[in-house]
Structures are given as structure tokens and as C-alpha cells.
Nanobody, 123 residues
Framework: VQLQASGGGLVQAGGSLRLSCAVS????????AGWFRQAPGKEREFVAHLRWNVGRTNYADSVKDRFTISRDNAKNTVYLQMNSLKPEDTAVYFC?????????????????WGQGTLVTVSS
């Protein structure tokens, strides 16, 4: 399974961006797809994930009501729509996929990772 993230860039506070993650390979083995981020000098943290075939979603409190994760099954692509961006959202954003089936996976249980895409929010 390979993941290719794109869509990062520079945006002013209050603006929006949409990240995309193209998933290829043995996608039937994937049960969860998620987005994570790592700000400068900080540890990587969970942002959002969804159950691949069901579409059930979960968000970090810091992004709830501002970010939306979704997927296009026909395109095997996962999106992260980010609205009302804040300077503290500045980070490298990573998409990832997990083969965990029976529960929500922890970050270290994601098996496949894409390269990061940088999001910079200016004040």
C-alpha cells in the first residue's frame, strides 16, 4: 500500500485548505485511514481518522468542528478539509492507513504512511 499526500501550502488565519491522500496498492487490507500532524519541535499527533468502508469518523478535540475527513472510494482518495485555520495548525500533515479491524487503531498501529505535506498558517 502506498499513500501520496498533497495540498499543503501557505494560508492566512481563518482560511481553508483541502489535503488529499491518494491510496494505491492492496486497499482491501485497509480498515482505517487517518491524518496526523507534527508541528516544529513537537511530537506527531492524531488529527482525524475514518473507518474505510463504513465512513465513521473521529477527530482530535483541537480540530473538531473545523476539519472534516472524508473519502472517495472510486478514487481511493482520503481528504482533509480544513476550515477556520489557526496559526497553531501549522505543521507537516501525514496521511496513514491501518489494517486494524476490530477497534480504533493507535497512532503506532498505522501500518502505512505517506510523505508529509506542509501546512503553514500565518497570523
Amino acid at each position: 500500500v502506498q499513500l501520496q499526500a498533497s495540498g499543503g501550502g501557505l494560508v492566512q488565519a481563518g482560511g481553508s485548505l483541502r489535503l488529499s491522500c491518494a491510496v494505491s496498492g492492496r486497499t482491501p487490507s485497509i480498515y482505517y485511514a487517518g491524518w496526523f500532524r507534527q508541528a516544529p519541535g513537537k511530537e506527531r499527533e492524531f488529527v482525524a481518522h475514518l473507518r474505510w468502508n463504513v465512513g465513521r469518523t473521529n477527530y482530535a478535540d483541537s480540530v473538531k468542528d473545523r476539519f472534516t475527513i472524508s473519502r472517495d472510494n472510486a478514487k481511493n482518495t482520503v481528504y482533509l478539509q480544513m476550515n477556520s485555520l489557526k496559526p497553531e495548525d501549522t505543521a507537516v500533515y501525514f496521511c496513514a492507513a491501518s489494517r486494524i479491524l476490530d477497534r480504533m487503531p493507535d497512532m503506532n498501529e498505522y501500518d502505512y504512511w505517506g510523505q508529509g505535506t506542509l501546512v503553514t498558517v500565518s497570523s
